[in-house]
């Protein structure tokens, strides 16, 4: 079983910064994929960012440039710095952990990860 909590969201104004940390409960952690998502009031959750163990990342065409995703194995935590924000940005941002562990076949794909957390809210004002 593995638990996630986030934190780090809040309210920013466009072109500003924030980092949201995800804190993960479990010994499998180092061995998951890890990834953000997130929904925009009267949309469907999208795919964000995902960091594989071995640190490969694949990032949403929307956030490529902006946003970095990191992961600490030591601390159990991955982390999304994002900059550059802007009002399109404003969503509920969730982490989840991936099913396999050194396995996953579609990183984007919500049915990869087994472990959401309860999802932090972002606020980009214009």
């Known amino acids: 079983q593995v638990q996630l909590v986030e934190s780090g969201g809040g309210l920013v104004q466009a072109g500003g910064s924030l980092r949201l940390s995800c804190v993960a409960s479990?010994?499998?952690?180092?061995?998951?994929?890890m990834g953000w998502f997130r929904q925009a009031p009267g949309k469907e959750r999208e795919f964000v960012v995902c960091?594989?163990?071995?640190?490969?990342?694949y990032y949403a065409d929307s956030v490529k440039g902006r946003f970095t995703i990191s992961r600490d194995n030591a601390k159990n935590t991955v982390y999304l710095q994002m900059n550059s924000l802007q009002p399109e940005d404003t969503a509920v941002y969730y982490c989840?952990?991936?099913?396999?562990?050194?396995?996953?076949?579609?990183?984007?794909?919500?049915?990869?990860?087994?472990?959401w957390g309860q999802g932090t809210q972002v606020t980009v004002s214009s």
């Open positions: 960091i594989r163990w071995n640190g490969d990342t």
């Open positions: 479990g010994r499998t952690f180092s061995g998951r994929a």
């Open positions: 989840a952990a991936g099913r396999g562990i050194y396995y996953i076949s579609d990183d984007s794909r919500e049915d990869e990860y087994e472990y």
